[in-house]
């Protein structure tokens, strides 16, 4: 399957896991340095019963979150320990991912559908201009951030609003993630997406002509 911007295609890319590299258990580890010894546990009832889902849809500011977790927890932590904790999920981009995205930016129209929070976003947009200078937003035609427009993947109204908003053909858009799930979700509406396995990169995913080698 060759795709190219003659062609007139899309390609929408999930942020954590598929440009960006994230860590869930240095993120387990980090709260564990802590005490909290079940943040997997914890972690699932907060998803489960909305507090990560909140934070991520923009439904709760961050004291709040900051003060529930801590609630949660049942430690006295401040506020700056539960960022660094928080934020421990946070890896880093790498020089490869980036020169790759900035060079299929001149081969496809690019977006970015991703689920993140207020927290996260701070401190990996500033990385990004402090380590390559210039707007990491500016590579892609729109960004959809889900704390910003009040929704998440997997449900199929976030993909919807994608389509809509970016005025796309779902038939012209190829979505990328590294969550199973999402993947599924999005092909139910009808938008064709391949999954990033774990074993790996973006890069992995197309040829030195940068045509997708599916």
Not at 35 to 58: M, P, V, W
Not at 104 to 120: D, E, G, V
Not at 121 to 149: A, C, P
Request: hydrophobic share 40%.
């Amino acid at each position: 399957m060759k795709r190219n911007l003659s062609d007139g295609n899309t390609l929408i890319l999930d942020f954590g896991g598929v440009i960006y590299k994230i860590s869930h258990e240095q993120q387990a580890e980090t709260f564990l340095q802590l005490g909290i010894k079940n943040f997997h546990e914890l972690y699932s009832h907060a998803l489960q019963d909305t507090l990560f889902r909140d934070l991520e849809c923009g439904k709760m500011q961050e004291d709040l979150f900051r003060n529930e977790l801590r609630r949660r927890i049942g430690l006295d932590l401040s506020d700056h320990e539960i960022d660094l904790a928080w934020n421990s999920i946070l890896v880093g981009f790498t020089e490869d991912n980036i020169r790759l995205v900035e060079e299929l930016s001149r081969h496809y129209r690019l977006y970015i559908l991703s689920n993140t929070n207020a927290i996260h976003y701070n401190i990996f947009m500033n990385e990004f201009h402090d380590k390559f200078g210039y707007r990491f937003n500016s590579l892609f035609v729109d960004t959809f951030w889900s704390f910003q427009i009040g929704k998440r993947k997997p449900n199929p109204d976030i993909y919807q609003h994608v389509l809509i908003k970016a005025g796309l053909n779902p038939d012209d858009v190829l979505f990328i993630d590294d969550t199973k799930i999402n993947v599924e979700a999005s092909k139910q509406i009808g938008m064709p997406a391949i999954w990033l396995a774990p074993d790996k990169m973006l890069g992995d995913l197309f040829d030195r002509n940068f045509d997708l080698k599916l």
